[in-house]
Nanobody, 120 residues
Framework: QVQLVESGGGLVQPGGSLSLSCAAS????????MGWFRQPPGKEREFVAR????????YYEDSVKGRFIISRDNTKNTLYLQMSNLGPEDTAVYYC?????????????WGQGTQVTVSS
């Protein structure tokens, strides 16, 4: 049974930083590319970032380039997203995904999501 559990969301002021984690179980983490998606209020879920299984290939959605860093620790089965210089437009539920493709299409496995709110 594959399980992805996000943590680290919360309320942050504009210009602030926040780090998200996604703990994976079920034996697939080290062999799957992983990614982060987000769903802003009233909008569809969108791709944020992707990292290959070995961690050597990384892709970002244009609006987060230079502000977000995706990383992974295959020894801990954990995916990370470091977010900085956050703005109100980053407010969303953030989801971890296993199996995301190179062109940003999601794989089969999702976490439950963690809320990130950027507000003063």
């Amino acid at each position: 049974q594959v399980q992805l559990v996000e943590s680290g969301g919360g309320l942050v002021q504009p210009g602030g930083s926040l780090s998200l984690s996604c703990a994976a179980s079920g034996g697939i983490f080290s062999t799957h590319p992983m990614g982060w998606f987000r769903q802003p209020p009233g909008k569809e879920r969108e791709f944020v970032a992707r990292i290959s299984a070995g961690g050597t290939q990384i892709y970002y959605e244009d609006s987060v380039k230079g502000r977000f860093i995706i990383s992974r620790d295959n020894t801990k089965n954990t995916l990370y997203l470091q977010m900085s210089n956050l703005g109100p437009e980053d407010t969303a539920v953030y989801y971890c995904n296993a199996g995301v493709t190179r062109n940003g299409l999601p794989g089969d496995y999702w976490g439950q999501g963690t809320q990130v709110t950027v507000s003063s």
